[in-house]
Protein backbone atom coordinates (compact mmCIF):
# COMPACT_ATOMS: atom_id res chain seq x y z
CA UNK A 1 0.00 0.00 0.00
CA UNK A 2 0.90 3.59 -0.54
CA UNK A 3 -0.91 4.68 1.76
CA UNK A 4 -1.59 9.12 1.37
CA UNK A 5 -0.09 10.52 -1.98
CA UNK A 6 0.21 14.09 -1.92
CA UNK A 7 1.82 16.04 -5.07
CA UNK A 8 3.26 18.10 -5.98
CA UNK A 9 5.99 17.64 -2.99
CA UNK A 10 7.31 21.95 -3.97
CA UNK A 11 5.36 24.43 -6.24
CA UNK A 12 6.28 27.92 -6.19
CA UNK A 13 3.42 30.23 -7.25
CA UNK A 14 2.86 33.97 -8.30
CA UNK A 15 0.42 36.10 -6.47
CA UNK A 16 -3.14 35.33 -8.13
CA UNK A 17 -2.69 32.25 -9.52
CA UNK A 18 -4.12 29.30 -8.66
CA UNK A 19 -3.18 25.81 -8.52
CA UNK A 20 -4.71 22.34 -6.97
CA UNK A 21 -2.67 20.23 -4.47
CA UNK A 22 -3.53 16.46 -5.21
CA UNK A 23 -3.71 13.83 -2.61
CA UNK A 24 -4.94 10.12 -3.13
CA UNK A 25 -5.38 7.10 -0.27
CA UNK A 26 -5.61 3.44 -1.40
CA UNK A 27 -6.63 2.60 2.33
CA UNK A 28 -10.28 2.65 1.57
CA UNK A 29 -10.71 5.43 4.20
CA UNK A 30 -14.01 7.46 4.70
CA UNK A 31 -12.66 10.39 5.98
CA UNK A 32 -9.99 12.68 5.39
CA UNK A 33 -8.35 16.05 6.06
CA UNK A 34 -6.34 19.11 4.33
CA UNK A 35 -4.01 21.08 7.10
CA UNK A 36 -1.91 23.29 6.57
CA UNK A 37 1.62 23.78 8.61
CA UNK A 38 3.15 27.11 9.95
CA UNK A 39 6.35 27.47 11.71
CA UNK A 40 4.89 27.63 15.39
CA UNK A 41 1.83 27.70 14.71
CA UNK A 42 1.31 23.66 14.66
CA UNK A 43 -1.08 22.17 12.25
CA UNK A 44 -4.61 24.22 11.41
CA UNK A 45 -7.29 22.41 9.95
CA UNK A 46 -8.28 23.90 6.77
CA UNK A 47 -11.19 21.47 5.11
CA UNK A 48 -12.64 18.04 5.61
CA UNK A 49 -14.42 15.41 4.00
CA UNK A 50 -16.42 12.12 6.32
CA UNK A 51 -16.88 10.59 2.42
CA UNK A 52 -17.77 10.75 -0.89
CA UNK A 53 -19.82 14.14 -1.77
CA UNK A 54 -19.58 15.23 1.68
CA UNK A 55 -17.17 18.30 2.91
CA UNK A 56 -16.97 20.71 5.54
CA UNK A 57 -14.71 23.40 6.41
CA UNK A 58 -12.60 23.59 9.24
CA UNK A 59 -10.36 26.47 10.88
CA UNK A 60 -8.74 27.87 8.47
CA UNK A 61 -11.14 27.72 5.13
CA UNK A 62 -10.75 30.95 3.74
CA UNK A 63 -9.23 31.13 0.08
CA UNK A 64 -9.20 27.48 -0.31
CA UNK A 65 -11.82 25.24 -1.97
CA UNK A 66 -11.77 21.17 -1.87
CA UNK A 67 -14.11 18.46 -3.38
CA UNK A 68 -14.51 14.79 -2.91
CA UNK A 69 -15.72 12.76 -5.86
CA UNK A 70 -14.44 9.78 -5.22
CA UNK A 71 -13.21 8.14 -1.74
CA UNK A 72 -9.45 7.80 -2.77
CA UNK A 73 -9.19 11.44 -3.67
CA UNK A 74 -9.62 15.07 -1.55
CA UNK A 75 -8.08 17.59 -3.87
CA UNK A 76 -7.67 21.01 -2.46
CA UNK A 77 -7.99 24.22 -4.73
CA UNK A 78 -5.54 27.45 -4.04
CA UNK A 79 -7.97 30.36 -5.84
CA UNK A 80 -6.00 33.45 -6.44
CA UNK A 81 -2.83 32.55 -4.28
CA UNK A 82 -1.68 35.28 -1.86
CA UNK A 83 1.77 35.10 0.00
CA UNK A 84 -0.31 34.33 3.20
CA UNK A 85 -0.80 30.43 1.88
CA UNK A 86 2.94 30.28 2.05
CA UNK A 87 3.10 27.06 3.88
CA UNK A 88 3.27 22.98 4.44
CA UNK A 89 -0.02 21.43 3.11
CA UNK A 90 -0.23 17.58 4.77
CA UNK A 91 -3.12 15.69 3.94
CA UNK A 92 -4.59 12.65 6.31
CA UNK A 93 -6.70 10.29 5.99
CA UNK A 94 -8.71 8.12 9.03
CA UNK A 95 -10.82 4.89 9.10
CA UNK A 96 -12.59 5.31 12.17
CA UNK A 97 -14.33 9.10 12.50
CA UNK A 98 -14.10 8.89 16.28
CA UNK A 99 -10.89 7.28 17.40
CA UNK A 100 -8.86 6.52 14.17
CA UNK A 101 -5.13 7.66 13.98
CA UNK A 102 -4.79 9.88 11.04
CA UNK A 103 -2.45 8.87 8.34
CA UNK A 104 -0.60 11.59 6.73
CA UNK A 105 1.13 12.29 3.62
CA UNK A 106 4.21 13.52 3.17
CA UNK A 107 3.81 17.24 2.59
CA UNK A 108 3.57 19.87 -0.21
CA UNK A 109 5.39 22.51 0.19
CA UNK A 110 3.86 25.73 -1.33
CA UNK A 111 5.74 29.21 -1.65
CA UNK A 112 3.99 32.10 -2.98
CA UNK A 113 5.73 34.79 -4.06
CA UNK B 1 -14.81 24.85 20.52
CA UNK B 2 -11.99 22.52 20.79
CA UNK B 3 -8.58 23.34 21.44
CA UNK B 4 -4.97 22.10 22.70
CA UNK B 5 -2.53 24.02 24.37
CA UNK B 6 1.59 22.57 24.44
CA UNK B 7 2.85 25.25 26.88
CA UNK B 8 6.71 24.68 25.91
CA UNK B 9 7.81 25.27 22.44
CA UNK B 10 11.15 23.10 23.09
CA UNK B 11 12.08 20.73 25.41
CA UNK B 12 15.94 20.15 26.13
CA UNK B 13 17.09 16.63 27.66
CA UNK B 14 20.08 15.17 28.72
CA UNK B 15 20.12 11.22 26.91
CA UNK B 16 18.71 8.89 29.62
CA UNK B 17 16.82 11.21 31.31
CA UNK B 18 12.98 11.06 31.73
CA UNK B 19 11.64 13.43 29.37
CA UNK B 20 7.74 15.09 29.46
CA UNK B 21 6.29 16.72 27.08
CA UNK B 22 3.30 18.92 27.96
CA UNK B 23 -0.39 18.77 27.42
CA UNK B 24 -3.81 20.33 27.88
CA UNK B 25 -7.09 20.32 26.11
CA UNK B 26 -10.30 21.73 26.17
CA UNK B 27 -13.60 20.16 24.64
CA UNK B 28 -17.11 19.37 25.28
CA UNK B 29 -17.67 16.14 26.43
CA UNK B 30 -15.33 13.60 26.96
CA UNK B 31 -12.06 13.35 24.51
CA UNK B 32 -10.48 11.32 22.12
CA UNK B 33 -6.55 12.53 22.96
CA UNK B 34 -3.54 11.75 20.60
CA UNK B 35 0.15 12.29 20.26
CA UNK B 36 2.45 12.30 16.53
CA UNK B 37 5.85 12.88 16.28
CA UNK B 38 7.09 14.91 12.94
CA UNK B 39 10.67 14.28 12.16
CA UNK B 40 12.31 17.06 9.63
CA UNK B 41 10.76 16.97 6.02
CA UNK B 42 8.30 14.17 6.58
CA UNK B 43 4.67 13.92 7.68
CA UNK B 44 3.46 12.98 11.02
CA UNK B 45 3.76 10.01 12.38
CA UNK B 46 1.12 8.60 15.10
CA UNK B 47 2.51 7.63 18.29
CA UNK B 48 -0.61 6.55 20.87
CA UNK B 49 -3.76 7.88 21.73
CA UNK B 50 -6.55 7.72 24.40
CA UNK B 51 -10.21 5.97 24.34
CA UNK B 52 -10.98 5.01 27.55
CA UNK B 53 -10.61 3.19 30.50
CA UNK B 54 -6.57 2.91 32.38
CA UNK B 55 -5.04 6.19 32.38
CA UNK B 56 -1.91 5.12 31.52
CA UNK B 57 -1.54 4.60 27.78
CA UNK B 58 1.36 2.60 26.12
CA UNK B 59 2.62 3.62 22.72
CA UNK B 60 5.60 3.52 19.92
CA UNK B 61 8.97 3.69 20.88
CA UNK B 62 8.70 3.13 24.69
CA UNK B 63 6.27 6.59 24.97
CA UNK B 64 4.04 6.61 27.20
CA UNK B 65 0.86 9.60 28.07
CA UNK B 66 -1.17 9.78 30.99
CA UNK B 67 -4.72 11.18 30.88
CA UNK B 68 -5.74 13.83 33.79
CA UNK B 69 -9.12 14.15 33.94
CA UNK B 70 -9.17 16.95 36.34
CA UNK B 71 -6.41 18.34 34.61
CA UNK B 72 -7.65 18.18 31.23
CA UNK B 73 -4.02 17.11 30.74
CA UNK B 74 -2.35 14.17 28.52
CA UNK B 75 1.23 14.37 28.95
CA UNK B 76 3.99 12.48 26.74
CA UNK B 77 6.67 11.21 28.69
CA UNK B 78 9.59 8.62 28.18
CA UNK B 79 11.61 7.04 31.30
CA UNK B 80 14.58 7.04 29.40
CA UNK B 81 15.60 9.85 26.25
CA UNK B 82 17.24 8.63 23.15
CA UNK B 83 18.69 10.94 20.69
CA UNK B 84 16.50 9.92 18.27
CA UNK B 85 13.75 10.94 20.13
CA UNK B 86 14.55 14.43 18.52
CA UNK B 87 11.55 15.74 16.87
CA UNK B 88 8.53 17.85 17.16
CA UNK B 89 6.01 16.36 18.58
CA UNK B 90 2.36 17.41 18.70
CA UNK B 91 -0.80 16.40 20.81
CA UNK B 92 -4.22 16.38 19.18
CA UNK B 93 -8.02 15.88 20.59
CA UNK B 94 -11.66 15.47 19.47
CA UNK B 95 -14.63 15.03 21.26
CA UNK B 96 -16.51 12.26 21.89
CA UNK B 97 -19.72 13.70 21.62
CA UNK B 98 -18.62 16.13 19.11
CA UNK B 99 -21.09 15.24 15.79
CA UNK B 100 -18.26 17.05 13.94
CA UNK B 101 -15.41 15.13 12.76
CA UNK B 102 -12.60 17.98 14.07
CA UNK B 103 -9.53 16.61 14.54
CA UNK B 104 -7.39 19.63 16.20
CA UNK B 105 -3.94 19.71 16.98
CA UNK B 106 -1.81 21.91 19.37
CA UNK B 107 1.07 24.34 18.36
CA UNK B 108 3.78 21.44 18.74
CA UNK B 109 7.01 20.82 20.72
CA UNK B 110 10.48 20.77 19.93
CA UNK B 111 12.12 18.06 21.67
CA UNK B 112 16.16 17.99 21.27
CA UNK B 113 17.83 15.16 23.34
CA UNK B 114 21.61 16.26 23.84
CA UNK B 115 24.14 13.24 23.99
Known amino acids: NAGVTQTPKFRILKIGQSMTLQCTQDMNHNYMYWYRQDPGMGLKLIYY???????DKGEVPNGYNVSRSTTEDFPLRLELAAPSQTSVYFC????????????FGEGSRLTVL | AQSVAQPEDQVNVAEGNPLTVKCTYSVSGNPYLFWYVQYPNRGLQFLLK??????LVKGSYGFEAEFNKSQTSFHLKKPSALVSDSALYFC?????????????FGSGTRLSIRP
Open chain 1, 49 to 55: SVGAGIT
Open chain 1, 92 to 103: ASTPLLEAGELF
Open chain 2, 50 to 55: YITGDN
Open chain 2, 92 to 104: AVRSRYSSASKII
